[in-house]
């Protein structure tokens, strides 16, 4: 049975590709998907992709990774980056090694966006590599898989 990674994608990612491309390229939600399935198939894992716009189906998707014994989250907390407390929660919770991905260098935008919540429970934070951020973090997962790292997070 293959490893599964949850790529899990916050409010208004469905919009990527016309949604300020300046700051968010061209590239579809679509695209990231595709993106995900091709890199964790290099790598022998399986991914079980996922957007909403509401904080509490991100929640339960956390959870339902924590139940099914995912391998790995690849989460994108979109604008819940930087207030929820309750999807900081859910991370922790989960005990399973979470990638932080955003697209844009949160750093280097306005001063709101420049704080995550969620990266105090990350196992890394990939920030400004468009979507490539989330090949990297599938990368990071399956490294963690070669050297069978036994960490919770």
Request: glycine content about 6%.
């Amino acid at each position: 049975m293959a490893k599964t990674v949850y790529v899990i994608n916050g409010p208004n990612l469905n919009l990527l590709g016309v949604r300020q491309p300046e700051v968010y390229g061209r590239a579809t939600l679509a695209d990231v998907e595709k993106l995900c399935r091709a890199r964790a198939k290099r790598h022998g894992l399986e991914v079980d992709f996922f957007q909403s716009n509401s904080e509490s189906a991100i929640i339960d998707k956390l959870h339902e990774a924590r139940a099914k014994k995912a391998f790995a989250v690849v989460i994108n907390p979109a604008g819940y980056s930087y207030y929820s407390v309750a999807v900081l929660d859910a991370v922790i919770a989960c005990e399973i090694p979470t990638f932080e991905v955003h697209i844009s260098n949160i750093h280097a935008r306005e001063p709101l966006r420049q704080h995550s919540l969620i990266s105090a429970a990350a196992r890394a934070v990939i920030a400004g590599y468009g979507i490539e951020g989330y090949g990297l973090a599938i990368d990071g997962a399956a490294a963690l898989l070669a050297t069978d790292t036994k960490t919770k997070r």
